[in-house]
């Protein structure tokens, strides 16, 4: 598991400085997911797929390369569900219904605007997704992924497989920038997911080899990770009194 990491943790070195060498990010982006310039373009790329238009539940991650497009899916009439950042609620996905929005749909979006206008909601509580969007460090052209390396992306689409609301009509898609996708094999783990769709400003890219865990790998959390996510310690706590 630690060889895994380390070669994890190249890749997104690796991607992060290209990213920073070639004015593709904002300063600062090394360590996080990237808040790529053409993020906007992305969405209308995506936008214009029938896998989107089709769609009528979208699951998307908090950061900043998102944004365009959670606002794309609120503007289509989309039910958005938003992670709550860090999972750090026993509910911790917002719900974001744009026929209800108190916002407008570019600050409902936004991290702050979801936490004032949002409803907190539980997996018990939502819909079945049609697509999920991942943020991404990298990918390749397989559709294996890193994130940043906290794992609250894998946990939540795990927490969503669990519940029957990710199942295998679920399309996951990674929005990047082209140097986010790179050649070489990217390591995975029973718990990692891969992505069915790559798009970036420049093309959409099928990827052939679908990877998707049962749900939940108890045995790759540990103790304070489970303490730290109310929604995983409750489970967890069910499971010893079972």
Not at 130 to 153: H, L, Q, T
Request: charged fraction near 30%; aromatic fraction near 4%; charge should be negative.
């Amino acid at each position: 598991m630690r060889n895994i990491d380390q070669a994890k943790e190249a890749v997104r070195d690796q991607v992060w400085r290209l990213l920073e060498r070639e004015s593709a990010v904002p300063e600062g982006s090394y360590g996080k997911i990237p808040g790529f310039y053409g993020a906007e373009a992305t969405a209308e790329r995506l936008a214009e797929l029938d896998v989107w238009k089709q769609a009528r539940t979208v699951k998307a991650n908090p950061d900043w390369a998102q944004l365009p497009v959670r606002i794309r899916a609120l503007q289509d009439g989309k039910l958005l569900y938003m992670a709550v950042p860090r999972m750090a609620s026993l509910q911790p996905f917002y719900l974001l219904d744009p026929e209800t929005l108190e916002l407008p749909v570019e600050q409902a979006a936004e991290k702050k605007g979801a936490a004032q206008v949002a409803r907190r909601v539980g997996v018990e509580d939502m819909r079945p997704i049609d697509v999920v969007i991942c943020g991404s460090v990298a990918v390749n052209r397989s559709g294996a992924r890193i994130g940043k390396g906290a794992g609250y992306s894998d946990l939540e689409v795990a927490l969503l497989i669990e519940a029957g609301l990710v199942t295998d009509e679920t399309v996951i898609v990674a929005p990047v920038h082209q140097l986010q996708v790179v050649d070489e094999e990217i390591p995975e783990t029973e718990h990692d997911f891969s992505v069915d769709l790559i798009v970036t400003p420049d093309e959409v890219i099928e990827c052939p080899n679908r990877r998707r865990p049962r749900g939940l790998v108890w045995n790759d959390l540990t103790a304070e990770k489970i303490a730290a996510i109310p929604a995983l310690a409750a489970q967890a706590s069910a499971r010893r009194t079972e």
